[in-house]
């Protein structure tokens, strides 16, 4: 593996690797000094055009561990605010002498771009609304630990603005090729327009799959999706598609409740609902330093044993 | 003996048929077609076509405004180049042309350069589909194309006012980029399988079909000449074949980039592939190609719009719309449709001259090649094999998609008026 820019790039195998990777890391993470020599030499920067808290924090954190030289590369402020392109600030970070690039932009394909300027590894850290690998490998590692015996056969449903998600695209596509059976569930004008590249049933009936689900996975509704005319109300919505007290309850027992972050509360997810015993929100985030260890070391280690 | 020129031993091509002759031109015009004719200069045209200059309804010159990415100059070297001898200039430069004066100076300029430049002139003050530009001024100076190219005429009012006023002026023809605006909003590629799979906002193919339908309603009720610019989808072919059908007085061209390219070719997220329509679907591209070979489809245009590099180099979703396509039209018309036998060589040569030459009231252009005719020519070597380098383009931008494909046909000679523009596939100026 060169670059992460898709989860395209993993297939089964690939994605199984990562997650087997991810576990070990994981073990890292919970030493009394979580720190492995793994990429001692390397530089990381991340390269965000676009705000995120969580995940350049998850991933600053996880070049840390591995003890990577880590830089930001601050957008605001930046010569990008004075006007400079994308292709001379990239390739001025190179001649910095950086090893990978984490990559956030609010355009789709920028990554792919990014490689074909740079000779540094690239990781999509999410690209507009075409895809966020890593958080597809963090889905995926909560939900083989709680599950214990893979993702094989497991109902899955995504719901909510699956059309606009890059979250969306990246899990379902990972969720597929893990062998779980994924819908997508929401209003369809939050629906995909095609089926291609949604491995999964599009569009379901909410209340019919409840009782049949291993896990139900909610996405952020946003504000100003109605005034897009894409939804009437978030009253509405909730209505019609939130996960609420009264949905959860008609849930098996060991439904698994996820959420990317960051939530809505009442509006996708009832609050007692996000906090309730089925709800793997909080490990979702514990997971994502992990997976992002074991993306960097994949792309950057040298092949010695982590351990 | 005055100069005179001989355009030897072609295969001679224009709307009366084919016939091996030779050409023979004095002081610019064409004086006799025939065997065995001698002038004090000679073009050898053995093994090639010669055909009535082309003509492009659809040039993004650049200039005024953006002279970074293209100028009168270079984009008439660039148009002979490609074997083409008239081009109608786009009005969305900046100033827009919707002011004599600024289309009377890309005139002028227009006269001193490699090929005939026509202007087409806005339909709205500075493109805002608001208020009518001044119309009949314009007219004046020749301008029969009108058109708020890279924006629709969203507005069915102001579009419906522009045909009655048009109505009014010998020979024009309003010209429409069909793409609703509020269907667009955000949309950077075809909606569709690849917009799906690339998470790139699309512009869905009823932006363009749902527009052509009202804009036929329109010219039915006004009577006055509706042209649709790049039509790119198959639902907007089939309805305006029904509106031909129907005796309605609608045309409309197609770019090469839309016989010739699909959405899939967006996979790379480079802009290159990004321009407005965008690149439809295999289906569309069959339906285009359709109704280029049975004749609802009138022209072949280029949308020849050029780019500065680092203006492509931005992300997708931020870059311009647009490609270059004057040195690779014929090229491509010939490789894509006339070679694989979808197109005659001849209906092809009437969708680069005679059919877009009538739509814009060049009867200099378009043929026949005849005495008495304007000497304006275009020789093809439908056998030369070549490889498009960006780099070598005469075009000031090198925004091509088309970097190292293998095209087979190019014009070899190019006649302006009587003087050899292009000799050998060499600009002469």
Known sequence: MRHLLSVDDLGRDGLEELLDLGESFLEVTRRDIPKVPALRGKTVVSLFYEDSTRTRLSFETAAKRLSADTMAFSVSGSSVAKGESLRDTVQTIEAMGVDAIVVRHRSAGVPHRVTTWVDAAVVNAGDGRHEHPTQALLDALTLRRHRGTGLDGARIAIIGDIRHSRVARSTTKAFAALGADVTLVAPPTMLPEAEAGWPATIGGDLDDLLPTLDVVYLLRIQHERQDAALLPSLREYTMRYGLTRERAARLKPDTLIMHPGPMNRGVEIAAEVAEGPASVITEQVANGVAVRMAVLYQLLGSGATVA | ???????????????????????????????????????????????????????????????????????????????????????????????????????????????????????????????????????????????????????????????????????????????????????????????????????????????????????????????????FLHVSTAAAVATIADAKRRGLPVTAEAAPHHFTLTDADCATFDPLFKVHPPLRSATDVDAIRRGLADGTIDAIATDHAPHAAETKEKPFEEAPPGMLGLETALGLTLTELVEPGRLPLADAIALLSSRPAAIAGLADHGGPIAPGRPAHLCVIDPAATWTVDPARLASRARNTPYGGRTLTGRARHTVLAGEPVVVDGEAQR
């Not at chain 2, 949309?187 to 749902?210: F, K, N, Q, T």
């Open chain 2, 1 to 227: 003996m005055p100069d005179s020129l001989v355009v030897r031993g072609g295969r001679v091509l224009d709307g009366t048929g084919e016939r091996t002759a030779d050409v023979l031109v004095e002081d610019g015009v064409v004086t006799a077609v025939g065997a065995g004719l001698s002038g004090t200069r000679t073009l050898d045209a053995a093994g090639c076509v010669v055909t009535p200059g082309l003509v492009d309804l659809h040039t993004h010159l650049r200039e005024p405004g953006h002279e970074e990415a293209e100028t009168i100059e270079t984009g008439a070297r660039a148009a002979s180049l490609g074997g083409f001898t008239a081009v109608v200039a786009m009005p969305n430069t900046d100033p827009a042309l919707d002011d004599p004066a600024v289309v009377a100076a890309v005139l002028a300029a227009g006269a001193k350069s490699v090929c005939d430049v026509h202007v087409a002139g806005c339909i709205t003050k500075a493109r805002a589909g608001v208020e009518l530009a001044p119309m009949g001024e314009l007219h004046e100076l020749g301008v029969r194309l009108f058109t708020d190219d890279g924006a629709c005429v969203e507005s069915a009012a102001v579009m419906r006012r522009a045909l009655e006023y048009a109505g009014s002026l010998p020979g024009a023809v309003v010209a429409q980029h069909a793409e609703d605006p509020q269907l667009c909003a955000g949309g950077h590629m075809h909606e569709g399988e690849w917009s799906s799979r690339l998470g790139i906002p699309g512009r869905p193919a009823v932006a363009e079909s749902s527009i052509v339908a009202r804009d036929c309603l329109l010219a039915e009720l006004t009577g006055t000449p509706v042209h």
